[in-house]
């Protein structure tokens, strides 16, 4: 068990550009969360897998962010022509099967958009 | 839908005393409650959870909380902290019978442990 891996770690980018991060679960874990988390507060849901489907999404995600998870295992979080307010630590979580598992959560990607 | 409210947004403590953090909750279901600590520059790494039964929840590190159906309160405790507890702790709740179990968290409280 390597635990939740997150990459990159940071990333900076200019206001209008792309970025796209990685979350890798812990391997059995076969639901899959990402969380943001703006700076001072509490970390806030933004969607949720089960293994390749997408089964939920908050308001907060809007159509410059996309999510997959093709083939049930890693998943990507892709934020488009990206704002000020999207500057944000990404946290991605995973856990199993039952609803009384722990979801445990990868280190973050901090991004900073300037 | 759930709301989680965390009334110190930070707690200064000295180090080996007593530290309480509040929580409260409010939620037309059932849920489970869990308390997440997050160091710097680190995710969040969970201390303990109450899922049922008896109301005292033990978790890591010392730490302990009591679920208080009554007054919707999950607050967090430890006897004596040390310098190493200095960090960010978040409440949390899952409504218990929600296919998504996204986790609700409150807004945080940051403990700083001085010598």
């Known amino acids: 068990d390597t635990g939740v891996s997150q990459n990159p770690r940071h990333k900076i980018t200019k206001r209008g550009q792309n970025v796209t991060f990685r979350c890798d679960p812990i391997s059995e874990h076969n639901r899959l969360y990402w969380y943001r988390q703006t700076l001072g507060q509490g970390p806030e849901f933004l969607t949720y897998f089960q293994n390749e489907a997408q089964l939920e999404k908050s308001r907060l995600l809007s159509d410059r962010f996309s999510a997959e998870r093709p083939k049930g295992s890693f998943s990507t979080l892709e934020i488009q022509r990206t704002e000020q307010g999207d500057s944000a630590m990404y946290l991605c979580?995973?856990?199993?099967?039952?609803?009384?598992?722990?979801?445990?959560f990868g280190p973050g990607t901090r991004l900073t958009v300037l | 839908a759930q709301s989680v409210t965390q009334l110190d947004s930070q707690v200064p403590v000295f180090e080996e005393a007593p530290v309480e953090l509040r929580c409260n909750y409010s939620?037309?279901?059932?849920?489970?409650l869990f308390w997440y600590v997050q160091y710097p520059n680190q995710g969040l790494q969970l201390l303990l959870k109450?899922?049922?039964?008896?109301?005292l929840v033990k978790g890591i590190n010392g730490f302990e909380a009591e679920f208080n159906k009554s007054q919707t309160s999950f607050h967090l405790r430890k006897p004596s902290v040390h310098i190493s507890d200095t960090a960010e702790y978040f409440c949390?709740?899952?409504?218990?019978?929600?296919?998504?179990?996204?986790?609700?968290f409150g807004g945080g409280t940051r403990v700083l442990v001085k010598p």
């Open positions: 109450y899922l049922s039964g008896s109301t």
């Open positions: 949390a709740v899952i409504p218990i019978k929600a296919a998504g179990n996204k986790l609700t």
């Open positions: 979580a995973s856990r199993g099967g039952t609803s009384t598992d722990t979801q445990y």
């Open positions: 939620s037309s279901v059932s849920v489970y």
